[in-house]
């Protein structure tokens, strides 16, 4: 059987992900499946950066603002509400493209992932928590290397929700996310995928993201913020924004 096409878009942070996924889909009558692990979460519009009406370009965006903050998401999640989102556009006769910028979504989209290793959401939060103490991070970077070498030389100690996963995945299932990811490479996948990375001069990219955060700002993130703190136990995704902690230790 013929495998369907799926193009994705991918990309850094303000690298304009959106804009090429929405034209790209105005051309070949897409919809635009999204794969950005915090745009999925509701009520926090400004500070994932969700786009805009006028950024769609009119073209129907999917797995944006559908999960609440409250609700510990999965990658395992992710891809069976991403493919039915796919098989449901398709049987409109119209053509997903993925866009994002998570690569663990768009490879458990791409790549048939067995996400054997399930979720303990109570050891997830309390390594997180042991993150949040004084040199936390570092002990935890440490754990990680005792266990997985390889997945902590490519993590670095302050991407805490990542090195928190690797650990939880070895204990749930006694395998490393290094031998769970080589499992995974040899398997074949569900699409014919088109990646398509978009790459910008790193001076002119951070210009991008400088002149993103003061839209940001002008559309009212710090309200935001302080709405989502009010309540910020029901929220534990919320902190692990970028931008979260930063507006919350002003405020």
């Given amino acids: 059987m013929e495998k369907q096409l799926l193009p994705v878009i991918a990309g850094p942070t303000a690298s304009g992900k959106t804009a090429v996924a929405a034209e790209l889909c105005r051309l070949i009558g897409g919809e635009v499946v999204s794969a950005d692990s915090m745009q999925v979460y509701s009520g926090m519009d400004i500070l994932t950066a969700q786009p805009s009406e006028e950024e769609t370009l009119g073209v129907p ?4 603002g559908c999960v609440e903050p409250s609700r510990y998401y999965t990658a395992d999640a992710y891809r069976e509400d991403a493919k039915a989102c796919i098989s449901a556009i398709a049987a409109r006769g119209r053509v997903s493209v993925l866009c994002g910028g998570t690569g663990l979504y768009i490879d458990a ?3 048939p992932m ?4 399930r979720s303990d959401p109570d050891l997830h939060r309390e390594l997180l928590t042991l993150a949040e103490a004084p040199g936390g991070r570092e002990r935890l970077h440490r754990m990680l290397e005792e266990i997985d070498p390889p997945s902590a030389g490519r993590l670095h100690e302050n991407d805490v929700r990542r090195v928190a996963r690797a650990i939880e995945i070895y204990r749930l299932t006694g395998i490393t996310q290094t031998e769970h990811t080589r499992r995974d490479r040899e ?3 569900d699409y014919d995928e088109m990646i398509f990375g978009l790459m910008w001069p790193r001076e002119a990219l951070c210009r991008r993201i400088d002149a993103r955060v003061d839209a940001m700002l002008a559309a009212g993130l710090v309200e ?4 989502l703190m009010v309540d910020a136990r029901r929220h534990p995704t919320a ?10 230790a002003a405020l």
């Fill in 61 to 64: 965006h999917h797995m944006l």
């Fill in 109 to 111: 989209v791409t790549r």
């Fill in 114 to 117: 067995s996400f054997s290793q």
């Fill in 187 to 189: 398997r074949k996948g």
């Fill in 224 to 227: 935001e913020v302080r709405a």
């Fill in 239 to 248: 902190v692990q924004a970028i931008g979260y902690k930063e507006i919350a």
